[in-house]
């Protein structure tokens, strides 16, 4: 069992920045892979960056540059920090976590956190 707590949206101006949290407990060592996804209304969820297990990141060609994630190991902390942010930001967005499982693996989502980017 994987818990995911998400925090840090809000609402801010464009071209501000904004750092989410995704808190993670229970059985952090069947934890393969972490990303943080973004839906917003009348959208796909759309995956907005990754870090494996060991602490690659890796991010799709639409955030690079304005996104980045990070983790911090002693307090089982994943980071989002995102800059210059747009209109087209605005999404709930959500931490997730890739385990092992049987019968395979298996998802384990938080349930959002809000980012409003408006003037």
């Known amino acids: 069992q994987v818990q995911l707590v998400e925090s840090g949206g809000g609402l801010v101006q464009p071209g501000g920045s904004l750092t989410l949290s995704c808190a993670v407990s229970?059985?952090?060592?069947?934890?393969?892979?972490m990303g943080w996804y973004r839906q917003a209304p009348g959208k796909e969820r759309e995956l907005v960056a990754g870090?494996?297990?060991?602490?690659?990141?890796k991010y799709p060609e639409s955030v690079k540059g304005r996104f980045t994630i990070s983790r911090d190991k002693a307090k089982n902390t994943v980071y989002l920090q995102i800059k210059s942010l747009k209109p087209e930001d605005t999404a709930v967005y959500y931490c997730?976590?890739?385990?092992?499982?049987?019968?395979?693996?298996?998802?384990?989502w938080g349930q959002g956190t809000q980012v409003t980017v408006s003037s």
């Open positions: 997730n976590a890739l385990t092992q499982g049987v019968p395979g693996a298996l998802d384990y």
């Open positions: 229970g059985d952090i060592f069947s934890i393969n892979d």
């Open positions: 870090i494996t297990r060991s602490g690659t990141p």
